[in-house]
């Protein structure tokens, strides 16, 4: 009996509705097996695939499926799609490299402290980038760079952690009125100067070095209160917020240190 279908080898194909009658046999090969090669011109990746029953990928003009186990495409075709695969796959690539280099030079950079900006460059040069691609992932890397240091200071805070690099990386980026960044400038200044000269950390020398700590409880005092009361702005972003309360809690915390440095203890 005449059934009007087509045997390619591998199944029956149906001219009238233009599809296989049986499912791709090839379809565990279009499967990851740790081969880029994948049949199909992309395995599961080319989502044509996920219709088993498609015939040249919809596309007869430009495909063929001479066996009826996986479409094909003619050579001289199938090498600009080759080149065209691997160009966006290395533009892939260099998109990520460019913003790995920011990001890895950007919180290297965050580490060094107050220093100027000459001392910077020389200790931590900028990223080279070598194409257009890097340049945009470095862009990108920039971008994204505020809501990594505040996801990042949020987990530091859960796990207790030293955070004010990553709380003076989102200050950078945030829009903050003039008033408030002087605070901020204050109790960062305040902080660098004790660190730097162990005001808090060394040992209580004489009345001086006691003038010294309670002169510098005064400044991060005025500083944190104000902070504090322009952290209940209900105008507000939540980045914002987060920020102000991330200077207030570092200003206690200094704040407790140079008293109990004061009283001895």
Excluded at 71 to 82: K, Q, S, T, Y
Excluded at 132 to 161: H, M, Q, T, V
């Amino acid at each position: 009996m005449e059934t009007g279908l087509y045997y390619y080898g591998a199944r029956y194909y149906d001219s009238r509705l233009s599809r296989w009658i049986s499912a791709d046999p090839a379809l565990d090969k279009y499967l990851p097996n740790g081969n880029n090669n994948l049949q199909g011109m992309g395995g599961v990746f080319n989502s044509v695939n996920l219709d088993v029953y498609h015939y040249a990928g919809l596309n007869p003009i430009k495909f063929t499926d001479p066996d009826g186990n996986c479409m094909e495409m003619p050579p001289e075709d199938l090498d600009a799609f080759n080149q065209g695969t691997t160009k966006v796959w290395n533009s892939a690539k260099s998109f990520v490299v460019g913003a790995a280099k920011y990001l890895a030079w950007s919180f290297s950079r965050a580490n060094l402290g107050h220093v100027s900006e000459e001392r910077a460059n020389e200790l931590v040069p900028p990223p080279t980038l070598n194409n257009d691609a890097e340049k945009a992932g470095a862009f990108a890397g920039w971008l994204s760079e505020p809501a990594i240091a505040y996801y990042g200071l949020k987990a530091s805070k859960r796990s207790g952690g030293n955070n004010i690099v990553k709380l003076n990386k989102i200050a950078n980026k945030v829009n903050l009125t003039r008033g408030q960044r002087a605070r901020i400038n204050t109790i960062k200044e305040i902080s660098h100067n004790w660190e730097a000269r162990k005001t808090i950390s060394g040992n209580l020398l004489d009345a001086g070095h006691v003038q010294k700590i309670k002169e510098g409880l005064s400044g991060l005092g005025k500083a944190r209160d104000a902070l504090y009361k322009s952290a209940g702005n209900p105008k507000l972003s939540k980045m914002q917020r987060e920020v102000l309360s991330g200077y207030v809690n570092h200003a206690d915390s200094l704040i407790f240190k140079g008293m109990r440095k004061i009283e001895g203890k």
